[in-house]
């Protein structure tokens, strides 16, 4: 490769966008006998990639670490003991790159990328053969690369629990516009589900129709749309929530839910502290579960990748594309609420 120094960012200060450092001359990673050297061609944001810039995220994260889980892009070179991939293949990044499959244990929660390992806000990063999965061949780059944190986390929230996964006919809670409410929207009528979403704005209510979303409830409008949720489905309520606000929309959420449904909570972006947060109790007197959910493993990636090709899924971006250059503007334009759906970064 002539190739010797790439463009990479860096969270070098975790006091907002303004420590993120854009190097333009740091070293291509070497490959191990198992790794992977991947040239990116796309990347897409996360809250969670805000909250790590801003020192606010919960998880272990080193310093000076490259930023962004979600990567796409084509094998630039192999180490010897690789079988899983060769030169030209088309690749995504696991989020957690030692949680294969089953449960989460207490190493592979400390192998996120864009946290503890460095991320994809770079035009080359080297991985482990373990922690990349083959991009759906539907999709171009920067919608494969919108797959990694939110379409997994989407996919686990819906199907994660074997015990309750979505079947046809069920009923499915979406929060939103972000990213993981959108794909909620997609997988729900990929399986034959009906799907009630909550927005804040008409526009974004008309976008979430022709998605396939059935019922659409102005939040803004409607505060108590939990218990406008559980009428629409005929007073039984819903299968499966998927929570993306926390402690100020759980009560809503448990006010739609069915008997024995699924609450997935993925997120806090209403905030970490509620004002009238339920207790625990409130899953007995709704009979329902309520679980947590960080993002999914490399298994699960790949089943989910295979409904995604055999439905030609296509994941919603943002019409405004931000260049590798123009990183710290498409943090803030994010933070600024700005996107519908994903928020993807270019990588030339």
Same mark, same amino acid.
């Given at each position: 490769?002539?190739?010797?120094?790439?463009?990479?960012?860096?969270?070098?200060?975790?006091?907002?966008?303004?420590?993120?450092?854009?190097?333009?001359?740091a070293p291509i990673p070497?490959?191990? &006998?198992?790794?992977?050297?991947?040239?990116?061609?796309?990347?897409?944001?996360?809250?969670?990639?805000?909250?790590?810039?801003?020192?606010?995220?919960?998880?272990?994260?080193?310093?000076?670490?490259?930023?962004?889980?979600?990567?796409?892009?084509?094998?630039?070179?192999?180490?010897?003991?690789?079988?899983?991939?060769?030169?030209?293949?088309?690749?995504?990044?696991?989020?957690?790159?030692?949680?294969?499959?089953?449960?989460?244990?207490?190493?592979?929660?400390?192998?996120?990328?864009?946290?503890?390992?460095?991320?994809?806000?770079?035009?080359?990063?080297?991985?482990?053969?373990?922690?990349?999965?083959?991009?759906?061949?539907?999709?171009?780059?920067?919608?494969?690369?919108?797959?990694?944190?939110?379409?997994?986390?989407?996919?686990?929230?819906?199907?994660?629990?074997?015990?309750?996964?979505?079947?046809?006919?069920?009923?499915?809670?979406?929060?939103?516009?972000?990213?993981?409410?959108?794909?909620?929207?997609?997988?729900?009528?990929?399986a034959g589900a009906r799907?009630?979403?909550?927005?804040?704005?008409?526009?974004?209510?008309?976008?979430?129709?022709?998605?396939?979303?059935?019922?659409?409830?102005?939040?803004?409008?409607?505060?108590?749309?939990?218990?406008?949720?559980?009428?629409?489905?005929?007073?039984?309520?819903?299968?499966?929530?998927?929570?993306?606000?926390?402690?100020?929309?759980?009560?809503?959420?448990?006010?739609?839910?069915?008997?024995?449904?699924?609450?997935?909570?993925?997120?806090?972006?209403?905030?970490?502290?509620?004002?009238?947060?339920?207790?625990?109790?409130?899953?007995?007197?709704?009979?329902?579960?309520?679980?947590?959910?960080?993002?999914?493993?490399?298994?699960?990636?790949?089943?989910?990748?295979?409904?995604?090709?055999?439905?030609?899924?296509?994941?919603?971006?943002?019409?405004?594309?931000?260049?590798? &250059?123009?990183?710290?503007?498409?943090?803030?334009?994010?933070?600024?609420?700005?996107?519908?759906?994903?928020?993807?970064?270019?990588?030339?």
């Amino acid at each position: 490769m002539s190739n010797q120094t790439q463009k990479q960012w860096k969270v070098a200060e975790n006091t907002g966008f303004d420590g993120l450092k854009l190097d333009e001359k740091a070293p291509i990673p070497e490959i191990g &006998d198992k790794e992977v050297l991947v040239k990116f061609h796309g990347s897409s944001l996360n809250y969670r990639d805000l909250i790590i810039a801003k020192g606010l995220y919960p998880f272990p994260c080193k310093n000076g670490v490259v930023p962004a889980s979600d990567g796409a892009g084509i094998v630039e070179s192999v180490g010897k003991h690789v079988h899983r991939f060769k030169k030209g293949d088309k690749v995504l990044t696991l989020f957690n790159q030692g949680h294969v499959a089953g449960s989460l244990d207490a190493y592979s929660i400390t192998t996120g990328v864009g946290g503890s390992i460095d991320g994809c806000l770079r035009q080359y990063g080297a991985y482990d053969e373990d922690g990349l999965v083959t991009m759906p061949s539907n999709l171009n780059f920067l919608e494969g690369a919108t797959l990694t944190c939110a379409g997994l986390t989407a996919w686990n929230a819906l199907y994660g629990l074997e015990s309750r996964k979505l079947m046809p006919g069920d009923w499915v809670l979406t929060q939103g516009t972000g990213g993981v409410s959108m794909f909620g929207v997609q997988f729900a009528k990929a399986a034959g589900a009906r799907v009630i979403a909550t927005t804040s704005s008409k526009e974004k209510g008309e976008k979430l129709k022709q998605l396939g979303a059935d019922h659409v409830i102005n939040y803004k409008e409607d505060s108590n749309w939990g218990e406008t949720a559980k009428k629409l489905t005929g007073g039984s309520g819903v299968q499966h929530v998927i929570e993306v606000g926390g402690p100020n929309t759980v009560k809503q959420s448990l006010k739609a839910i069915a008997i024995d449904g699924v609450i997935s909570i993925i997120g806090f972006l209403g905030g970490m502290k509620g004002e009238e947060q339920p207790s625990f109790v409130e899953c007995l007197n709704n009979i329902c579960t309520v679980r947590g959910v960080l993002v999914g493993p490399r298994l699960m990636f790949e089943q989910m990748n295979k409904a995604i090709e055999a439905n030609n899924i296509k994941p919603l971006i943002d019409e405004k594309v931000f260049k590798l &250059d123009e990183v710290k503007e498409a943090y803030q334009y994010m933070w600024d609420q700005k996107h519908f759906g994903k928020l993807c970064i270019s990588i030339e």
